[in-house]
């Protein structure tokens, strides 16, 4: 068992870990990149089908988050939990850059489109979209999570948009926030990426629609308000013939969720609003058993968060012979 809760983790001192100094030298070491590392990696694919939905889920590729990214809890006492879980990399963290992709015969829909190369060992997805034979204009709409770089990269590539043909949804909150000029300047450096993304996001998806609360996009796949870790973060349920998947996006993060909510990730700028969304989604998630598919975890990023003697954690679902 794995208790990341305040009183386990009062052994260690609480105070934030990271200062303005160390924070541009870890950002530093998270987007160095070696160009070789990617090479003749076969891709990964899963799929899952929810009622007549084939549900793909792909890669962009990964980085490591170090321990200090985790506000809420020291970096020794991250790195304690990550070692206790067989997590703990010499760089820090894992995070994959998961993307799904929704088919019904009729549409093709992608959510969120990773880094693609401008962080860790990423830029895999069009290989990944390659492998089942699908080219970046057969894809009819993308599904944006939120406006990190982590997200959106792989909207843009040359300064041209990648799915040229694809309708564009993001929440209207996000689109609002992120291309603000005052919220910009107001920005750490490390969140500098995400606001110039966003703004060329906008400029070249002339489709783009920004989503103003919950709605269903095509039958049976629907917007979900899960605001908090950025005022737009908002999630996709996929349901159909008694079955459902919630694609939950940067709700939970490897090694700290669900075990705690009042862990943030460095980018959340709202952390009591983060905090508040893991509080409300978590238990709700477990009673329901809820599958969920979340960006972050390890691939395919699929599974449930579940109470095991009344603490939360995460359990991987089955992805390969389910029925
Ligand atoms: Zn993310």
């Known amino acids: ?8 983790f009062a052994l260690g001192p609480s105070t934030a870990a990271f200062t303005a100094g160390t924070l541009s030298t870890v950002a530093g070491a998270a ?11 076969a891709t990964p694919l899963a799929q ?3 009622g007549r939905f084939t549900v793909t889920a792909l890669t962009d590729g990964y980085t490591d988050m170090p321990f ?3 506000p809420g809890r020291t970096a020794q006492e991250i790195e304690a939990a990550a ?29 969120d489109t990773g880094p693609a190369g401008s962080l860790g060992q990423s830029g895999q997805l069009p290989q990944a979209l390659a492998a089942l034979g699908l080219s970046r204009d057969q894809i009819d709409a993308v599904i944006v999570t939120h406006m990190h770089q982590d997200h959106i990269g792989g909207l843009v590539a040359g300064g041209q948009a990648n799915f040229a043909r694809a309708e564009l949804y993001i929440d209207r909150r996000d689109v609002t926030h992120w291309t603000d000029p005052a919220k910009r300047a107001a920005a750490p450096d490390y969140l500098h990426n995400g606001f110039r993304l966003s703004a060329d996001v906008v400029r070249l998806y002339p489709k783009l629609q920004a989503i103003d ?8 796949v629907s917007i979900v308000d899960l605001t908090g870790h950025t005022p737009g973060h908002i999630g996709v349920r996929i349901a159909d013939a008694g079955q459902s998947l919630l694609m939950v ?28 969304m893991r509080a409300r989604f978590f238990p709700r ?6 599958l969920i598919a979340a960006t972050h975890m390890p691939f395919p990023g699929l599974g449930r968060i579940i109470s095991d003697n009344g603490h939360l954690r995460w359990l991987a679902a089955a992805w390969a012979y389910q029925d």
């Open 285 to 290: 998630a477990a009673e329901e058993g809820a």
């Open 83 to 111: 070692k206790v879980q067989f997590a703990a990399r010499p760089s820090g963290i894992r995070f994959l850059f998961n993307q799904y992709l929704i088919e019904d015969g009729d549409h093709r829909i992608l959510i």
């Open 68 to 70: 200090s990214y985790f």
């Open 48 to 50: 899952v089908r929810i």
């Open 1 to 8: 068992m794995i208790d990341l809760s305040r009183r386990a």
């Open 31 to 41: 987007n160095a990149r070696s160009p070789a590392a990617t090479a003749n990696v």
């Open 213 to 220: 609360g919950e709605r269903e996009i095509v039958r049976g």
């Open 249 to 276: 996006s940067d709700m939970l993060f490897p090694v700290v969720h669900p075990a705690a909510t009042d862990i943030n990730f460095l980018f959340e700028q709202d952390r009591a609003a983060a905090q508040a």
